[in-house]
């Protein structure tokens, strides 16, 4: 099985993410952890392994935002 490994940098952090494919049009995105292998974290799914990325990164920039509140 090919894992692809991604390495992002959202709000000053670096990410490892590997995703895989496990389905014919099914990949699934995860961070990893330093000694590899998936995280805690949920999975992320799209049909491509970038669009599992890309779905995965969204969430981790939502996540890093601050909250605003209604004034």
Known sequence: MTVHRF????????????AMRVDQDRWRAYLASIQGGPTALMPFYGATAEQAVHRLTDWLTLAHQSPTLPV
């Open 7 to 18: 390495e992002q940098t959202i709000s000053g952090r670096t990410y490892l993410i590997e």
